[in-house]
């Protein structure tokens, strides 16, 4: 089935920076696509960013130009470059793969001074 395990959460400041990495094992990553989603404290789960086995990257209009995915199948990991962040990206942040059939346990970030 397979395993997706997320780290690089924290405590950020308004327009710093974090990197979040999602390390898959199990499946063959090349060939699947990887999602971030996050969710805020009472508010609906999102798709924050996509990108596909061929490398297309698709963004939430909320994050655009502040966040970038990148993927590296040889670790077997996608990372999301997370700058400019605001207090409205606090949430807890998944990676999910195979089509929504797997998802890690998620990991927090918080923004805020």
């Known amino acids: 089935q397979g395993q997706l395990v997320e780290s690089g959460g924290g405590l950020v400041r308004p327009g710093g920076s974090l990197r979040l990495s999602c390390e898959a094992s199990g499946f063959t990553f090349s060939n699947y696509e990887i999602s971030w989603y996050r969710q805020g404290s009472g508010k609906e789960r999102e798709m924050v960013a996509h990108i596909s086995a061929s490398g297309k990257r698709t963004y939430a209009d909320s994050v655009k130009g502040r966040f970038t995915i990148s993927r590296d199948n040889d670790k077997s990991t996608v990372y999301l470059q997370m700058d400019n962040v605001k207090p409205e990206d606090t949430g807890v942040y998944s990676c999910?793969?195979?089509?929504?059939?797997?998802w890690g346990q998620g990991t927090q970030v918080t923004v805020s001074s």
């Open positions: 999910t793969s195979r089509y929504g059939a797997l």
